[in-house]
């Protein structure tokens, strides 16, 4: 016996949409009530076919209420149908009596429960109740699903940098996992790079509607599904008039949009959009990023080509410039010592000068050998500190010119190792010249050789700023290095340039508006002797307070 709900049951917070489908109407009005009753919106239809109306035109429904017999598809029929063109939407199913075949039956085609009549109105609710209470289990596990696949388009797209080749990804991914026949890119010009539209097969083309459909997602600013009276697209010839256009943004910039076209009204299914509107915040990042990366490629290629440049312009002076000044050279000191009076004082000036820029010259010739492969070693057994107090006194008379106190201190025992003896006077002479140059009259330069096992070395480089040298450290270090200090009571080094002032030409204060000369080489070449001959170089500097510049020779 059916009863007529009477008084209408607490109401239940959600509005879920419930479409009944059964070709008798005293059994679908006493439905319809009692759910409406109960807080749900209710569509009734009378038969399969306009059932299957409904869903695709006034969905989404949240469950088919469908009996099992209509004329027509039956309600199993229409389950499954259902389950194609929703596959989350709930579905009971109402039979005269159930038979384990019926049960089966249901299963297979996705029925999530089933009513016996006569039921009563306390038995409908609990069982659309619980049948929502499976889908939102349902809809959850087709969100997982859909956050899986979103996460492995999203790894495979990040993975990519070059434009194209992305674009055409994206695409691919999107049209994997949401409807449509065809899809379109949209990515917005940036710097040197124009507009673009990507297309996906290569026989789709955009029409005007599209555009449009487009542009008006971008306005607003969120997914926005269309369907238009004129082509959006055309697919060859097939006119494609529905469609979900989806905005890309990456840190809040509109960087393009994507449009997903098809024939027909398939662009509403739950997931669906969800899906896109994740896959397009992914793929807006994703090619934010090769964006970024093509700057960042052709800001890397024209600092190479600069660095071309600089080695081509080294290579050129040194050549050009060294057959002139061995010509001022040389005559210079004919006169100078054929000369006597003030004729002997300017020769001596002009000698002077001469030895300055051969100097600058030599340092370009070392650059230029070391880019091209041809510096070489002679490598001698000898005391590294006998070659630290060559290098001081040959630089005494020019500090104590600067009433600078200039010494050296000596280790326990000699520190014995196979050097380039010429090379290493000269790294020395550079420190100490530059710590004659950085420091004021009065101040004090110490130079002291040790040894020095690998671990402090370790923990003093740790906290110095990185030069290229110091790779070497990772490769086959040696337990014990011999460790040559130069310090001053300088001007010291600002920490930012710490880092740099091992580049070439690179200076603190150009040598233009500074006291000192220099073209800012010393450094480098100190790197590159101390580097050929398996050392590392760094600094410990405080503004102001004064300078350690350090190299260590691995020691055998
Ligand atoms: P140059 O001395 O010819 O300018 P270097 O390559 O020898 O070139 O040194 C690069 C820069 O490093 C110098 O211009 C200077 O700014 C800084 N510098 C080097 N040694 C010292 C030092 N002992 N004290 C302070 N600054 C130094």
Redesign the pocket.
């Known amino acids: 016996m059916i009863q007529e709900p009477l008084a209408p049951p607490p109401l239940i917070a959600n509005a879920a949409r419930v479409l009944i489908a059964d070709d008798d109407a005293t059994m679908s009005s006493f439905c319809a009530r009692a759910l409406s009753a109960g807080g749900y919106t209710v569509v009734t239809v009378g038969e399969a076919e306009a059932a299957i109306a409904a869903l695709q035109t006034q969905g989404p429904f949240d469950l088919l209420l469908a009996d099992i017999k209509m004329p027509g598809r039956s309600g199993l029929e229409l389950a499954q149908i259902a389950r194609e063109i929703d596959p989350a939407i709930a579905v009971v199913i109402m039979t005269g009596h159930s038979t384990v075949d019926t049960l089966h039956a249901s299963v297979r085609r996705g029925v999530t429960d089933y009513l016996t009549k006569p039921f009563e109105v306390d038995e409908l609710r609990l069982v659309v109740e619980q049948a929502l209470h499976k889908r939102g289990l349902l809809q959850q596990s087709l969100r997982l699903r859909a956050l899986e696949e979103l996460l492995r388009s999203s790894e495979a797209i990040n993975a990519i940098l070059d434009r194209n080749e992305l674009a055409r990804e994206i695409i691919a991914h999107a049209r994997a996992h949401a409807p449509g026949e065809a899809g379109f890119l949209f990515v917005a010009g940036a710097d040197h790079l124009p507009p673009q539209v990507f297309a996906e097969p290569s026989g789709a083309t955009i029409q005007p509607a599209g555009r449009e459909a487009v542009a008006q997602s971008l306005r607003i600013g969120r997914p926005l599904p269309v369907a238009s009276a004129e082509p959006l697209a055309l697919l060859e010839a097939t006119p494609l008039t529905h469609g979900l256009a989806v905005p890309l943004r990456a840190r809040g910039e509109t960087i393009g949009a994507l449009l997903l076209c098809g024939a027909h009204d398939e662009f509403n299914a739950p997931g669906a959009s969800e899906f896109l509107a994740l896959l397009a915040n992914q793929a807006g990042n994703a090619l934010r990023n090769a964006q970024l990366y093509s700057q960042l490629d052709a800001a890397y290629n024209s600092l190479r080509e600069l660095d071309r440049l600089k080695s081509e312009f080294i290579a050129i002076a040194s050549h050009e410039l060294r057959s002139p000044l061995s010509i001022v050279l040389g005559y210079a000191k004919m006169v100078h010592d054929r000369s006597s009076g003030d004729l002997r004082e300017y020769a001596q000036r002009l000698l002077t000068g001469a030895e300055r820029i051969k100097a600058i010259v030599n340092d370009l010739l070392h650059l230029r050998d070391f880019d091209r492969k041809q510096t070489t070693l002679t490598l001698e057994r000898s005391a590294l500190d006998a070659l630290a107090r060559q290098a001081v006194e040959r630089l005494v008379p020019a500090a104590q010119q600067k009433g600078q106190d200039l010494s050296v201190a000596q280790p326990d025992q000699p520190v014995i190792l196979e050097v380039d003896r010429e090379k290493v006077l000269l790294v020395i002479g ?1 420190l100490i010249d ?2 004659i ?2 420091t004021p009259p009065g101040g004090r330069i110490q130079v002291e050789v040790v040894r020095w096992p690998h671990e402090h070395l370790i923990a003093e480089i740790a906290r110095a700023v990185a030069n290229p040298t110091m790779r070497r450290l990772t490769e086959g270090a040696p337990a014990t290095w011999a460790l040559v200090r130069v310090k ?1 009571t ?4 600002p920490r930012e340039h710490q880092g740099r ?1 091992f580049e070439r030409f ?4 150009s ?1 233009l508006t500074r006291e000192q000369g ?7 070449i100190v790197c590159d002797l101390v580097a050929l001959q398996g050392g590392v170089v760094w600094v410990k ?1 405080e503004e102001g307070r004064g ?1 350690i ?1 350090n190299f260590a020779l691995p020691l055998p």
Not at 490 to 493: M, Q
Not at 518 to 524: E, M, V
């Open positions: 550079n530059n710590a140059k950085f001053d300088g001007i010291g080094i002032i690179y200076q603190v204060a040598s220099g073209a800012g080489l010393g450094l480098a500097s300078s510049f």
